[in-house]
């Protein structure tokens, strides 16, 4: 039993290793998919900046035509004070014309802002293109970087894969099954450790005399609680 044992705790820790490779890749990839993506929200943002630039030119244009048709007024409205009969008619073309350059004046003024916000909108575009652009360049390199590292974690899992299955040969086929049943059920890990009577895989307490025959290995013991298959794992001495 003590070689079993053994056998089995060996596949697992090949099992293991070939799972942290697995997550080594997916974690590579993982960090270059959010690369993408803020890649992707800068373009939305762009997008919705231009889109502000464009509504802003549109007023903008508005502005500037009726500040047009508005100085033609007064001009109008100059030539026409020259030929006036009465002083009342005179006053409320006066006023009518301050009034128009008034209002003018406020015109100018949201032209003003207007063109403020605009330059202020084009900054921020421009940085995010440039934030976008230097976003391209690292993640070509990140993904090159990555493709070069998958390519040997590939290799190694390749070769942890055939380790693997020469080892699952060693196992007796009942306890294989097992092991595979309880490593699905179990995240992966299947055969637990008992330290000081401590099952690891639940860190919960075994019987004592489940523990004493766990030290005689005689039998294939399983935790009364988690039900992975037990091993006695010795007590490691801290370095502290
Ligand atoms: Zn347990």
Redesign the pocket.
């Known amino acids: 039993m003590k070689e079993e044992i053994k056998n089995l705790t060996d596949l697992q820790a090949i099992d293991l290793d070939a799972r942290k490779i697995g997550e080594r890749m997916a974690a590579g990839y993982g960090e270059l998919d959010q690369k993408k993506a803020a890649i992707v929200e800068n373009s939305k943002a762009i997008e919705e900046y231009k889109e502000q630039l464009v509504l802003g030119e549109k007023r903008r244009k508005e502005l500037e035509t009726l500040i047009e048709d508005e100085e033609s007024r007064i001009k109008d409205r100059q030539t026409k004070l020259m030929n006036i009969q009465t002083n009342r008619e005179y006053q409320s073309i006066l006023k009518e014309i301050e009034d128009t350059k008034q209002a003018n004046k406020q015109r100018d003024e949201e032209l003003i802002l207007l063109l403020e916000q605009a330059e202020a909108i084009q900054k921020r575009i421009d940085d995010l293109i440039k934030q976008s652009e230097d976003g391209e360049t690292q993640l070509l390199a990140e993904t090159k970087k990555i493709e070069t590292v998958s390519a040997k974690l590939e290799a190694q899992k390749k070769k942890i894969e055939k380790t693997r299955d020469a080892q699952a040969k060693k196992v007796n086929s009942k306890y294989l099954r097992r092991y595979e049943m309880l490593r699905e059920r179990r995240n992966g890990l299947a055969m ?1 450790g008992v330290t000081k009577g401590v ?1 690891l ?2 860190n ?1 307490n075994i019987p004592p005399q489940m523990f004493n025959e766990l030290l005689r290995e005689d039998e294939m013991l399983s ?1 009364p ?2 039900n ?1 298959m037990m091993y006695h794992l010795p007590e490691v001495e801290s370095e502290e």
């Open positions: 637990a099952c895989g639940c919960m935790c609680t988690c992975r």
